[in-house]
């Protein structure tokens, strides 16, 4: 895809200055610094919304909605209505909530239904197309926050929305030519509003959205339109017209959940994350927990002797992703047992320091009776490419109300199709579930029964939207996009605060390395020394070649807050075009 391309360039771009001099963009890129309030998200003018809703006396979780609502319009990729996500909140009073909003499979999804006669995987059927799509969830799910931890109403913090997309806005280079993406065309109102029927969009023009602006008026008024109301109808008709599954009994159906949050530890920092049907905090967790045995520091950051171990630790926590998480209201979980400290000691006890271990030799360790009675055979895995997809923004305010909210469509521009006359995109979240259990998804992972496709399932995510304590205080707000590499970005930007001193935008923007236990690869970005690189191969890591790896990563878009001085600083990531906007 364009968009893709375009990712990859600016990824090549960025590691021609990293190769250069050695993380050079880390020593050369200081936070966005703010006495009050802070806002980082990849698109500067929902930035500024976020901001603005805070000065007219909102509070972070007004903000985050504000946010959410004004990403539907200024990042069509990523930022939704159609979609769904994740938003974490913590309070500065110490209450904190995950607030799921993930989409649902309509009640006519099938466990089998992107599998043709013969039982193999039908190309982009999960990808492409009206039956692409779950029933979203941003809606509820935003209004659900405001209704109830915001302070102003609906009506306040949906006006900028309603502005940018009635009024317009000028278009990045980005957005311009991600609008010429070639599935966009098959679909006749993706066309027109996005691609002018053919009279394509160049950098700098002014970009408006009069049917998502009466859209958004009419959730402001009344967002049980969306759901159970003439919406919803509407939505139904355009699903029923395309060969969709999403019915008006779909919509009406669809629940936000309140779910307990993932809380672990790490060398004494408290780590608030994501719960099931998310996979990203108990991945990030697990992983921390057989970290925390080694001195990190000590030996260096992006030496070649701490990749080796993290990369490991990466390893066997997505081992324990792909056997067993999925939708825990289908499916149940052994989330307490998997971030256990005990597990994570054992876990460390089987890795090799000075060696890399096969991932088709991982062995979950012996001895935890409640894991091996959920556990299930591991299927064969191939390699897939993975496209860029998400969203993710953070915001504090100036009481220390803090909120991490990674939304998406899945892949960019989600399954391509805009709703006949209410101008906006729906998701490909089908993607997300395993079409065919041991057959990789789009990203590349492998996924059990326990994310099988059944009605009503949410499936199975990598987002992590996280918040970091010392001592008790707020004081990282953490996140991104980027399919599996959200878990491993979230915890470089953390272990690189943490453990190697780094400022949270040098921490942002340092070079990013991964593992996902399937398929048995590293993948690095550029700017890793070749001595590094070689000396991973010599403990028998397999790094992916160039060809071979993704050309997008993710995008950090995170907030600290100074133990001392409590000044808000954030970092927007430099391989992208985001903003991170205080005051």
């Known amino acids: 895809m364009i968009m893709t391309r375009l990712k990859a360039a600016f990824s090549l771009t960025f590691a021609v200055v990293l190769s250069t001099t050695p993380l050079m963009a880390e020593t050369m890129v200081n936070p966005e610094h703010a006495k009050h309030a802070m806002v980082a998200a990849v698109q500067i003018d929902a930035s500024k919304v976020g901001v603005e809703i805070m000065k007219q006396g909102g509070n972070a979780v007004d903000a985050a909605v504000a946010t959410g609502f004004a990403l539907a319009v200024t990042h069509s990729a990523a930022g939704n209505i159609g979609g769904g996500g994740f938003m974490l909140i913590r309070m500065a009073n110490g209450e904190s909530h995950f607030i799921d909003y993930r989409e649902k499979a309509p009640a006519k999804a099938t466990h089998d239904m992107y599998l043709d006669a013969q039982g193999n995987v039908l190309p982009d059927a999960s990808l492409v197309g009206y039956k692409a799509n779950g029933v979203p969830g941003s809606v509820a799910g935003m209004v659900y926050a405001e209704k109830h931890f915001g302070k102003l109403t609906l009506q ?3 006006a900028p929305a309603i502005r940018l997309a009635r009024d317009g806005f000028a278009l990045s280079f980005e957005d ?17 509003i996005f691609q002018r029927d053919g009279k394509f969009y160049e950098p700098g023009d002014v970009f408006k959205q009069p049917e998502l602006a009466k859209t958004l008026e009419r959730i402001a008024e009344n967002p049980d339109d969306f759901y159970k109301g003439a919406m919803a109808k509407e939505i139904a008709a355009d699903q029923a017209k395309g060969g969709g ?5 779909d919509l009406a159906a669809y629940e936000v959940k309140d779910r307990p949050v993932i809380r672990g530890t790490y060398r004494n920092y408290q780590v608030l994350s994501a719960p099931p049907p998310s996979s990203g905090g108990i991945a990030l967790v697990e992983a921390l927990n057989i970290l925390e045995g080694y001195d990190l520091g000590k030996l260096g950051n992006r030496s070649a002797a701490a990749m080796h171990l993290t990369l490991e630790a990466y390893r066997r926590a997505f081992y324990d992703r792909a056997e067993f998480l999925g939708d825990p209201d289908f499916s149940k979980i052994p989330v307490a047992q998997l971030i256990d400290k005990h597990y994570g000691v054992a876990w460390r006890k089987s890795i090799d320091e000075q060696h890399a271990t096969p991932s088709n030799e991982v062995k979950r360790p012996v001895g935890f009776a409640q894991l091996d009675q959920y556990a299930v055979l591991h299927p064969p895995a191939t390699n897939v490419y993975e496209p860029e997809d998400t969203t993710h923004y953070s915001v504090v305010d100036n009481a220390g109300n803090a909120v991490a909210v990674t939304t ?3 892949g960019g521009f989600g399954n391509y199709v805009t709703v006949s006359g209410l101008g906006f995109l729906l998701n490909n979240e089908m993607d997300d579930f395993s079409s065919k259990p041991g057959v990789p998804n789009q990203y590349g992972l492998i996924q059990g029964e326990a994310n099988a496709i059944g009605p009503g399932k949410r499936p199975l995510s990598a987002m992590t939207p996280t918040i970091v304590l010392k001592d008790g205080k707020l004081f990282m707000v953490l996140g991104s996009p980027g399919g599996p590499r959200i878990i491993t970005t979230v915890a470089n930007i953390l272990m690189g605060v943490v453990d190697y001193g780094l400022n949270i935008q040098q921490s942002v923007n340092a070079p990013r390395y991964h593992n996902q236990w399937l398929p048995d690869l590293e993948y690095l970005e550029p700017g890793f020394s070749p001595d590094t690189r070689a000396a991973l191969v010599k ?10 790896d993704w050309g997008y990563w993710s995008d950090g878009e995170c907030i600290l807050v100074d133990p001392l001085s409590g000044e808000r600083q954030g970092a927007s990531d430099g391989r992208n075009n985001g903003h991170a906007v205080g005051y």
């Open 156 to 158: 306040q913090v949906m």
């Open 176 to 192: 311009a030519m991600g609008f010429r993406d070639e599935n966009l065309t098959k679909f006749p109102e993706s066309r027109r």
């Open 245 to 249: 599954l999403i019915t008006a009994e």
């Open 408 to 410: 998406t469509l899945n």
């Open 539 to 548: 403990m028998g890591h397999h790094i992916a070649k160039e060809e071979e």
